[in-house]
């Protein structure tokens, strides 16, 4: 789960980037600044319906990548940048602040865990590049309201597992771009509606981009665990799981590409295929152990685990992990 969240953080930052150094192109040179000469400069996969420059800001609206399908996988509604145009000509160009509203990505993970979507066509690769290799930007603030994030993934789960989120409220502090590894402050706050519950999530911590260090606290309520079922249902005799909620606490440090993550989690509400025999499973323990334990306890089931790993081992899944550790638990919580 945080694997997944901070790549779409890395995913967000460097579109952010890609879309501001297209404004700061703009601003440099003053005779291109025109909504047909950077769609001509980025692509015909990149587009844009207006483009505001005053003095210290530049505004765009309606910003659209789309695939080499001709799916659209990031769109803005607006896109605000405030700075002292001035600064071009230092070393490191500094945006006081940067705000994105209403901004959607649609992240898409292949079977063997790479990133088929958002990916960047040659010619806006070359862009980028360009524009970086010239001058480092950096952001004193990048805020974001309305977002949302559509993320499949083909690889953890038994089968695709499409995973909304919305009502994303995201602040950044100091972020740099190329990445450096000078910490970024981070608060995010943001739901994930399914068709049985709607989950709210808030993080706040610091990332380090250039090498991937993470210091954060999450908290997850509500989160309808049929949604995940293809994470945790991998054996012939688990159990259907008809409703279940599910309340998590975690405490992140990612070091040196080795995570370490000890959480606090809550089953209620457990609802399961009913006339289950005791051969049936649920996170491999007896279903009707699980199911008399929570009669006892108030319709609720407490689990501490935590999650460790080496994320440059193949082997080592952080989704699979969590999924053994919360399974291990409930079975020493039962004894």
């Known amino acids: 789960m945080r694997r997944r969240s901070k790549r779409v ?17 703009l601003v440099r040179y003053a005779n291109v600044i025109a909504k047909a000469g950077v769609e001509k400069a980025l692509g015909k996969d990149f587009s844009m319906e207006s483009i ?13 990548m789309k695939d080499r399908a001709g799916k659209q996988v990031v769109r803005v509604e607006e896109l605000a940048v405030r700075s002292d145009f001035m600064n071009i000509f230092k070393e490191e ?8 509203k209403n901004p959607y990505i649609y992240v898409e993970v292949d079977n063997k865990g790479r990133l088929a979507s958002p990916a960047l066509t040659p010619q806006e690769k070359k862009v980028v590049e360009k524009e970086t290799k010239r001058q480092s930007v950096k952001f004193d603030k990048i805020t974001i309201s309305g977002g949302s994030v559509d993320y499949l993934d083909r690889k953890a789960p038994r089968v695709p597992v499409l995973t909304k989120v919305r009502d994303i409220e995201m602040q950044m502090e100091d972020l740099a771009y190329p990445f450096a590894n000078e910490p970024t402050k981070y608060s995010i706050r943001a739901r994930v509606p399914t068709g049985k519950s709607t989950a709210d999530i808030r993080s706040d911590g610091k990332i380090k981009f250039a090498s991937q260090d993470v210091e954060s606290a999450s908290r997850v309520r509500n989160l309808d665990i049929t949604h995940f079922k293809p994470y945790y249902d991998r054996q012939a005799k688990s159990v259907h799981v008809k409703k279940g909620l599910m309340d998590i606490d975690v405490k992140a440090k990612i070091a040196n590409r080795k995570i370490h993550a000890p959480g606090h989690a809550v089953l209620k509400g457990l609802e399961l295929e009913t006339g289950s025999g005791l051969g049936d499973r649920f996170m491999g323990v007896p279903a009707s152990m699980v199911l008399g334990f929570m ?6 089931l407490p689990i501490d685990f935590v999650v460790s790993g080496d994320l440059d081992n193949p082997k080592f899944n952080i989704a699979e992990n969590f999924m053994m550790k919360l399974s291990f638990s409930i079975a020493e919580k039962l004894g």
Do not use: P
């Open 52 to 64: 505001e420059l005053k003095w210290g800001s530049v505004r765009a609206r309606n910003v659209v």
């Open 295 to 300: 009669k006892k306890s108030g319709d609720q």
């Open 9 to 25: 953080l890395v995913i967000a930052g460097v579109v952010v980037c890609m879309f501001v150094i297209a404004g700061l192109a």
């Open 93 to 100: 160009y500094t945006i006081s602040s940067l705000h994105l």
